[in-house]
T-cell receptor, first 116, second 113 residues
């Protein structure tokens, strides 16, 4: 039973290029969360999605960042025109459909973006 | 808003007990969580407290006092493999069944022989 799969694990981009990060949730999970972790900082919530819907994007920068979770295929976090400040580890997490809060997010290994 | 404070680093000896504290100030509260993160790896869930008191799970225990906005993670019989960052996280109110969490910056624990 595969866990949360993220790719690529490492990505290098030059300023102004686009970065696309992919996340396949655990089997049976329909909730996906994206977090960003900057060096020496905690995990910062970015966006919460269910299939074909963005539920909460309150942590996502208004410009250059977008996320989707299509009916088929992985969730994608897209960063356009990257800048050096976008260099970070981007973690995806998933959780099953439940009617109650459990707090148990299952995290992927992360995608480490380096902007030159 | 939410503010979560925990020590940046701690050092302990193999076989000993260590307590990692976390204080939080939030405009509401829906539960407190502890995660473990080894360097370069995914965070993994350790514990969840929503009511006051102590939750024990093997060598790890977590305590919560909602009136004081305080939690701690207790690690017993420390092993070298326990060297990791320990992340305190709070679930904000109004989220329903969402597992959106607000994380502290983490406490880097170094276990020495």
């Amino acid at each position: 039973n595969a866990g949360v799969m993220q790719n690529p694990r490492h990505l290098v981009r030059r300023r102004g290029q686009e970065a696309r990060l992919r996340c396949s949730p655990m089997k049976g999970h329909s909730h996906v969360y994206w977090y960003r972790q900057l060096p020496e900082e905690g995990l910062k919530f970015m966006v919460y999605l269910q299939k074909e819907n963005i539920i909460d994007e309150s942590g996502m920068p208004k410009e250059r960042f977008s996320a989707e979770f299509p009916k088929e295929g992985p969730s994608i976090l897209r960063i356009q025109q990257v800048v050096r400040g976008d260099s970070a580890a981007y973690f995806c997490a998933s959780s099953p459909v439940t009617g109650k809060l459990s707090g148990e997010l299952f995290f992927g290994e992360g995608s480490r973006l380096t902007v030159l | 808003g939410q503010n979560i404070d925990q020590p940046t680093e701690m050092t302990a000896t193999e076989g000993a007990i260590v307590q990692i504290n976390c204080t939080y100030q939030t405009s509401g509260f829906n539960g407190l969580f502890w995660y473990q993160q080894h360097a370069g790896e995914a965070p993994t869930f350790l514990s969840y407290n929503v009511l006051d008191g102590l939750e024990e799970k093997g060598r790890f225990s977590s305590f919560l006092s909602r009136s004081k906005g305080y939690s701690y993670l207790l690690l017993k019989e420390l092993q070298m493999k326990d060297s990791a960052s320990y992340l305190c996280a709070v679930s904000p109110p109004g989220g329903g069944a969402t597992n959106k969490l607000i994380f502290g910056t983490g406490t880097l624990l170094a276990v020495q022989p």
